[in-house]
């Protein structure tokens, strides 16, 4: 049945028809993926729950302050103090900042001292100077803020040795909203080469990588064309963060089923004369494989609908919907193209009928016959090493990232705001906001003035029975001492009786949105655990195996993570982690990880009904060994690529990802699991009786030779 579908889907007419009808849909939905941006959700404030109290403290907002409202500093520096003329030029570009559209409520350390505005504008040493405004460009401000920034600095300047730079929550957003929108392009040029390198070097072949290559790119248009429509018309949220994951994902991924698929069409080509049919043996034997990984990898993705944040709850679907795109593309135009194109795409090593099958001798079939000696031992040194490795998750802080190193390059937003800091300049665009009952406003006031990191409180306006109030910070908005200040806040607020306070704010929204992680880590990894093993005990038809194959995967895990400690704060020097990383990464790597365990392992099962399991798994381990080795770096050269963005949370992510996709492929699925079938023989497959001799091991493993099938070509 699954032959018979696939011999007509690669068929000598049928291939011309799918060729045709997947260029036509996905070249359609490719043409709407550059708006994908235009529906992109980037606001911090939306990625809360709606339990969370900055959420419910925004819904009063909106009678003080435009939802859209961004407060923004320009920073003036002059080590050896700003000058008259230096402040008069600070007045007279204050007024051309003015002039600008979306520019409100500018104050300078002129205007704010005639308006007897409280806080200070000019640092006590007389290094620094400020100037605030509100920017505001509704719902486009992430599109807008880079333009925006570059006319600002086009009329902010000093004369030398004098420094001047962006920062508030306007300048970090436009800075952040610059990093993505010019990486995009950049990470998909250089995360293409890496790929094609890579395959180059693996086929050897001056052709074959392109059809790959032009499948995965069909898929990323598809999927963002398709993200686009569900974005805007189902209210799916996607970022700029689901944006950049996808593109890697997709690449990625693409290629990996695209290696496994053509490897294994290589193979038949050796066993059938015709191609056609060759392509029919070759989906019907790795779509499975192929299709169980991606379902593992869409449902790992899916249970991210499980959390809070609703950054990560979209980014879920988002990413899923592009997996499932790429894999529906990889079973029906790759599989067309190389029927179309014929045996000459593999030139020079064309696989030919009848000649030898290379990996029945090759590197892994070595690796599996020492294995064979001392199965055990191997499996529980193994176990142990990694082990050791996971010692390092103890360097790993979780407590979020402050603003010093959120980026790996110098960003104006990051050195205006540690100048503001280090001079004790007070930054007023990211104040703690507390919304309270007017009635008892002055006493919230009264409550809140001792807490330490924080300017004099005072209640800015009173509306409709409720009023706010404000309190500078003297400390960077990410910092642990903001996020301290905001908890002491709160504690005093909810301690007034009847105030019925809620405390928001940048600081406030980012301890949240750290609570939610915490929570989302909690409950979502757990979820995806059970999913996976569920997918597994349907696929291998077994209750053992998939419990092993699940320990290792949480084994290379952690070991991943521990390596990714030691790596982030003994080499990068940035022990500080987003919250939410742990449960990101450990999403991709536990989802992708069990894909080589998937291919090796359905292979096993595959052989194990003639040979049993013991020589089924060295067969499977030297005929899957070299491919997913390739398909394993190509995961861990596209995911690495995420360093190459100026972000310290893609550079962690990237690194971890890879780190952990080169545990599983070269030492958990190479070595720990085989070493496991090696040792434990037909009782993996416990209750089933696939392997009821549990047949012992012979000194040399058996290449598979199914019988050579001759047609015309």
């Known amino acids: 049945m699954h032959r018979q579908i696939a011999g007509k889907l690669t068929g000598p007419i049928t291939k011309w028809i799918v060729l045709v009808a997947v260029v036509l849909i996905g070249g359609s939905l490719a043409s709407f993926a550059g708006k994908l941006v235009d529906v992109q959700n980037n606001e911090?404030?939306?990625?809360?729950?709606?339990?969370?109290?900055?959420?419910?403290?925004?819904?009063?907002?909106?009678?003080?302050?435009?939802?859209?409202?961004?407060?923004?500093?320009?920073?003036?520096?002059?080590?050896?103090?700003?000058t008259e003329a230096d402040l008069a030029a600070i007045e007279k570009q204050a007024t051309e900042i003015a002039k600008l559209d979306g520019i409100s409520r500018v104050l300078t350390p002129a205007t704010a001292a005639a308006a007897g505005a409280p806080g200070q504008f000019v640092s006590t040493d007389g290094q620094v100077a400020k100037v605030e405004f509100t920017v505001n460009y509704g719902d486009k401000l992430w599109e807008e803020l880079p333009g925006l920034k570059e006319?600002?600095?086009?009329?902010?300047?000093?004369?030398?040795?004098?420094?001047?730079?962006?920062?508030?929550?306007?300048?970090?957003?436009a800075d952040a909203s610059t990093i993505f929108t010019s990486f995009d392009g950049k990470l998909l040029l250089v995360t293409l080469g890496v790929v094609i390198l890579i395959l180059l070097v693996s086929y050897r072949s001056p052709m074959l990588w392109l059809l790959p290559i032009l499948s995965a790119l069909v898929s990323l248009g598809a999927s963002m064309g398709l993200l686009y429509f569900l974005a805007k018309d189902f209210g799916l949220t996607v970022n700029g963060q689901t944006q950049f994951i996808m593109t890697v994902l997709v690449i990625g991924a693409g290629t990996d089923y695209a290696l496994l698929l053509i490897a294994r069409y290589r193979e038949e080509l050796r066993r059938h004369e015709n191609r056609h049919e060759a392509m029919a043996f070759?989906?019907?034997?790795?779509?499975?494989?192929?299709?169980?990984?991606?379902?593992?990898?869409?449902i790992g993705l899916m249970c991210l609908t499980f959390a809070d944040l609703n950054s990560t709850?979209?980014?879920?679907?988002?990413?899923?919907?592009?997996?499932?795109?790429?894999?529906?593309?990889?079973?029906?135009?790759?599989?067309a193209l190389l029927v179309i194109f014929g045996r000459w795409v593999f030139w020079p090593f064309v696989p030919h009928f009848g000649s030898e099958e290379p990996t029945a001798s090759g590197l892994w079939a070595k690796v599996g016959t020492a294995i064979t000696h001392r199965p055990r031992i191997v499996w529980i040194g193994t176990a142990a090493a990694l082990a050791v490795l996971c010692l390092g998750f103890l360097r790993l802080d979780t407590g979020g990232i402050p603003s010093d190193e959120q980026y790996t390059t110098d960003q104006d937003s990051v050195i205006g705001q540690g100048i503001l800091v280090d001079h004790e300049l007070v930054d007023a665009s990211t104040p703690i906001q507390v919304?309270?009952?007017?009635?008892?406003?002055?006493?919230?006031?009264a409550a809140i003035t001792s807490v330490d990191g924080i300017a004099k409180p005072f209640v800015v306006a009173t509306e409709g029975g409720t009023s706010l109030i404000v309190a500078d910070l003297k400390s960077d908005p990410y910092s642990e001492a903001a996020f301290r200040s905001v908890e002491d806040v709160r504690d005093a607020a909810h301690g007034v009786a009847g105030a019925n306070a809620l405390t928001t704010g940048l600081s406030a929204v980012s301890l949240d949105i750290m609570d939610a992680s915490d929570r989302d880590n909690k409950v979502i990894i757990p979820i995806v655990l059970l999913a996976v093993l569920l997918i597994l005990f349907g696929l291998l038809r077994s209750v053992v195996s998939p419990v092993l194959l699940i320990g290792t995967v949480i084994l290379s895990f952690a070991a991943a993570l521990g390596l990714s400690g030691l790596v982030f704060d003994f080499i990068y020097g940035r022990a500080h982690t987003d919250p939410g990383f742990p449960l990101w990464a450990f999403v991709f790597l536990v989802a992708l990880g069990i894909d080589y365990n998937i291919f090796l392992m359905t292979r096993v099962r595959e052989e194990t009904i003639n040979h049993g399991t013991r020589k089924g798994s060295l067969i499977a381990l030297s005929s899957t060994g070299g491919v997913i080795t390739s398909a394993g770096i190509v995961l861990a050269a596209t995911f690495a690529m995420l360093a190459t963005m100026p972000l310290t949370f893609t550079l962690q992510l990237g690194t971890t990802i890879a780190l952990g996709v080169l545990l599983d492929t070269m030492i958990v699925r190479s070595v720990l699991v085989t070493a496991l079938n090696l040792d434990l023989g037909g009782k993996i497959w416990w209750p089933s009786k696939l392997d009821q001799a549990n047949a012992p091991l012979d000194a040399a493993p058996p290449a598979a030779e199914p019988d050579k099938v001759t047609a015309g070509v």
Do not use: C
């Not at 009329?155 to 004098?162: A, R």
């Not at 709850?313 to 599989?335: D, E, K, S, Y």
């Not at 919304?435 to 006031?445: L, R």
């Open 44 to 82: 911090t404030q939306s990625w809360l729950p709606e339990s969370a109290e900055s959420t419910r403290a925004f819904e009063k907002l909106d009678a003080f302050q435009d939802e859209y409202d961004v407060g923004t500093t320009v920073v003036y520096y002059r080590a050896s103090k700003l």
């Open 313 to 335: 709850a979209g980014m879920g679907p988002a990413n899923a919907v592009a997996i499932v795109v790429t894999v529906l593309v990889m079973v029906t135009l790759l599989p």
């Open 151 to 173: 006319k600002i600095d086009d009329i902010t300047s000093l004369s030398e040795g004098g420094e001047v730079y962006l920062a508030g929550a306007g300048g970090q957003n």
């Open 282 to 298: 070759a989906l019907h034997r790795a779509a499975p494989a192929i299709l169980a990984s991606a379902a593992t990898v869409a």
């Open 435 to 445: 919304v309270a009952n007017a009635d008892k406003a002055d006493a919230v006031v």
